[in-house]
């Protein structure tokens, strides 16, 4: 006897009656075959021919309830219970056979087929249930008969072993004869899928550059989770209100059924391949028919953590397959469906537009003879005059761990060209970034070595708009304090402390000159005056300045370092007797100690005969105009703030008195009129 029916363990033979003559009419012999439910009836938009059946795995267990019954034979219903192992399948051949050994095979004579009685029941042949997991040792537990029209069954929500879940039953051969023994398809057990099945395919894409997941170009640095579940915030996927997936019901293998008790889960999808050239992870879900995967299209169904990157998948595609292969209602799943649903993940990028704020002029009025200098306030947003190159900064501390990751072009619209340079992503969905551009790009970042902090070197000069320091500008995110992150599905911190969370949406970087300039404009009496003062060959110097000092990443603050000394401001125009330079943002120089009382400039004028006058200008701040409120708020030159002052020199007088001994001459009192 050669017999082969089903492939996988062999099959053992329960409650036989072994004193029947075996040898009469032979083994029954049976074959079996999966109906291909899960790729014809795929719901996906690839389309495709696909085979009719496929083969079990090899060693899959198979339970059997083969019935049969007779006139005279008692009991007059035979019911034989036997479980089989699957052989694996020929090549190119979509059915197994079955392996039984001699004391395990159920055999035509059990059912009397030779018995003269028996001559209704050869007519109406035997009826054969089957029941199994593909690709499972074990077969489905049958604890008593009238499991076999209702078997509990749970699917598996942890997606640890989804597929174990995926039952799959046969009722088809309700007359399989004597006479058809030999007949292939006569003897074909057909296993149906009574569930259905949801299938994500996860491809990796840009941004995931890292990882060892998957046999694709781009992998995950770990197996993504993949949770069905309607929430639009993963904090909402612990709300029952969210739960869609039915977990819970029972089997008929009778009947070919699977009856929802209309349990309702968060379900977790399992991974069941890894090696696919080009799908980087499979996931996999089991549930019960009438499964509604989404309400409308925009629902969300599931929800990706792809490297702590999330991303919600929505109903819409698969709504719209539903749509195309008809069928359903209100879509919700059927029996022996598989859903394909195709995800290509890419990681967030970060997207920036840029504005940079141009140099605020503030113009002091001349005043004679009051020191009170009114002043007239310009400024705005510009954007840049072409394509500039400038340093991309980022760090998940807001004081130290600066990096540059990268060069975009800063366009004349604003927007922000990552062309030529490396794009960067957010690494998670639960990233804060701080962001810093600098321009020129060539700018040094230098990093304390006691405390990490970050700085740019910067020392009072020349102004040259074209030039490091004066064109040196620093970008930053504009963020109020006490701003949330504004993403659900994050801890709701300060984004002005904790840095911006993870988005899609731009990112402003508003770019500010980091330097003060400090313009000096002189004018005289005139021509002839006894007062007049020739300036054309004079020096203005800012008395007891910092001349060097740190712009500071963190805030963008400036520090000054060294010691004060005086600073000769740069003559730009000597017909103009104009004097400009860039000073390191500090506060104001004042002459009386803590009491902010006034700034001084001494004016030091080389007359015809090579002999000095010096006269010292102490000036308060700078005040708008018709207010009380000061343009350097807390007497200080602040970053990005271009000063004017409008200083009017003239003579002193020289005063004298007469005694009767001798002349005395009084030193003079300097004076400077405004």
């Keep these: 006897m050669t017999s082969l029916v089903l492939a996988v363990a062999a099959c053992t033979n329960e409650d036989m009656d072994v004193s029947l003559n075996h040898t009469a009419e032979g083994a029954i012999d049976l074959s079996v075959g999966v109906e291909a439910t899960p790729a014809r009836r795929a719901l996906t938009r690839a389309g495709g021919a696909t085979s009719a059946y496929y083969a079990m795995k090899a060693g899959t267990q198979v339970r059997l309830k083969v019935d049969g019954r007779w006139t005279g034979k008692t009991p007059e219903a035979i019911s034989q219970k036997t479980t089989c192992t699957t052989i694996a399948a020929e090549s190119g051949s979509a059915v197994n056979a079955l392996s039984f050994t001699e004391d395990e095979m159920l055999y035509w004579d059990d059912y009397g087929t030779g018995d003269p009685n028996n001559k209704t029941n050869t007519d109406q042949g035997l009826n054969v249930l089957g029941v199994a997991v593909d690709g499972k040792d074990a077969a489905p537990t049958i604890a008593n008969d009238s499991q076999w029209e209702s078997l509990p069954w749970d699917v598996v929500t942890d997606g640890d072993d989804v597929l174990g879940s995926d039952i799959i039953v046969s009722n088809n051969l309700t007359a399989y004869q004597f006479k058809n023994r030999n007949d292939d398809e006569a003897k074909k057990i057909i296993f149906q899928h009574p569930l259905s099945k949801i299938t994500i395919n996860l491809k990796a894409a840009d941004g995931f550059t890292k990882g060892t997941v998957g046999a694709t170009k781009y992998k995950f640095e770990k197996d993504?989770?993949?949770?069905?579940?309607?929430?639009?915030?993963?904090?909402?996927?612990?709300?029952?209100?969210?739960?869609?997936?039915?977990?819970?019901?029972?089997?008929?293998?009778?009947?070919?059924?699977?009856?929802?008790?209309?349990?309702?889960?968060?379900?977790?999808?399992?991974?069941?391949?890894?090696?696919?050239?080009?799908?980087?992870?499979?996931?996999?879900?089991?549930?019960?028919?009438?499964?509604?995967?989404?309400?409308?299209?925009?629902?969300?169904?599931?929800?990706?953590?792809?490297?702590?990157?999330?991303?919600?998948?929505?109903?819409?595609?698969?709504?719209?397959?539903?749509?195309?292969?008809?069928?359903?209602?209100?879509?919700?799943?059927?029996?022996?469906?598989?859903?394909?649903?195709?995800?290509?993940?890419?990681?967030?990028?970060?997207?920036?537009?840029?504005?940079?704020?141009?140099?605020?002029?503030?113009?002091?009025?001349?005043?004679?003879?009051?020191?009170?200098?009114?002043?007239?306030?310009?400024?705005?947003?510009?954007?840049?005059?072409?394509?500039?190159?400038?340093?991309?900064?980022?760090?998940?501390?807001?004081?130290?761990?600066?990096?540059?990751?990268?060069?975009?072009?800063?366009?004349?619209?604003?927007?922000?060209?990552?062309?030529?340079?490396?794009?960067l992503y957010w690494t998670s969905h639960y990233q804060h970034y701080h962001f810093r551009g600098i321009y020129p790009d060539t700018t040094t970042v230098v990093e304390d070595a006691t405390d990490q902090t970050q700085y740019v070197e910067v020392a009072n000069g020349d102004y040259d708009a074209a030039t490091f320091p004066s064109n040196f500008v620093m970008g930053m995110p504009e963020i109020a304090a006490g701003t949330p992150c504004g993403n659900p599905d994050h801890t709701q911190v300060d984004m002005s402390?904790?840095?911006?969370?993870?988005?899609?949406?731009?990112?402003?970087?508003?770019?500010?000159?980091?330097?003060?300039?400090?313009?000096?404009?002189?004018?005289?009496?005139?021509?002839?005056?006894?007062?007049?003062?020739?300036?054309?060959?004079?020096?203005?110097?800012?008395v007891n300045v910092y001349n060097t000092g740190h712009i500071l990443l963190k805030d963008r603050s400036a520090v000054v370092t060294g010691t004060a000394a005086d600073f000769t401001l740069p003559q730009i125009d000597d017909t103009k007797h104009q004097y400009l330079g860039v000073i390191v943002p500090q506060a104001l120089p004042y002459t009386t100690a803590g009491a902010a009382t006034n700034l001084r400039f001494r004016i030091t004028v080389t007359n015809s005969d090579s002999t000095k006058d010096i006269y010292y200008a102490d000036v308060e701040p700078i005040l708008k105009k018709g207010t009380t409120e000061k343009v350097a708020p807390k007497g200080k030159w602040e970053s990005g703030i271009h000063y004017v002052y409008n200083l009017k020199v003239t003579k002193t007088e020289i005063k004298s008195t007469a005694s009767l001994t001798d002349w005395q001459t009084e030193d003079a009192e300097e004076e400077v009129w405004f």
């Excluded at 509604?292 to 929505?314: C, E, F, P, S, W």
């Excluded at 003879?369 to 980022?394: D, L, M, S, W």
Aim: a negative charge.
């Design 224 to 423: 993504p989770t993949v949770t069905l579940t309607n929430a639009t915030t993963l904090a909402g996927i612990s709300d029952a209100a969210n739960d869609y997936a039915l977990t819970k019901g029972t089997v008929s293998i009778a009947r070919a059924v699977a009856e929802s008790d209309g349990t309702k889960e968060t379900l977790i999808a399992g991974t069941t391949s890894t090696t696919d050239e080009d799908i980087t992870v499979i996931k996999q879900a089991v549930v019960y028919p009438g499964t509604q995967l989404g309400a409308t299209a925009d629902a969300v169904i599931a929800i990706v953590n792809a490297d702590d990157n999330i991303y919600y998948i929505r109903a819409n595609e698969i709504h719209a397959a539903i749509d195309d292969k008809g069928g359903h209602t209100d879509y919700k799943t059927l029996a022996g469906y598989n859903y394909i649903i195709n995800v290509t993940v890419k990681k967030t990028g970060i997207v920036l537009t840029a504005t940079v704020e141009k140099w605020v002029d503030v113009n002091s009025d001349e005043v004679h003879p009051v020191i009170n200098v009114n002043t007239t306030v310009g400024g705005g947003i510009y954007k840049p005059t072409g394509a500039n190159v400038f340093a991309f900064y980022r760090s998940e501390a807001i004081d130290k761990g600066y990096n540059n990751d990268a060069t975009p072009e800063m366009e004349i619209d604003g927007t922000v060209d990552w062309t030529n340079t490396t794009t």
């Design 497 to 542: 402390i904790h840095g911006i969370c993870a988005r899609e949406a731009a990112i402003n970087l508003n770019f500010r000159y980091m330097m003060s300039q400090v313009e000096v404009l002189l004018t005289s009496s005139a021509e002839g005056a006894h007062d007049h003062v020739d300036l054309s060959n004079v020096k203005v110097e800012l």
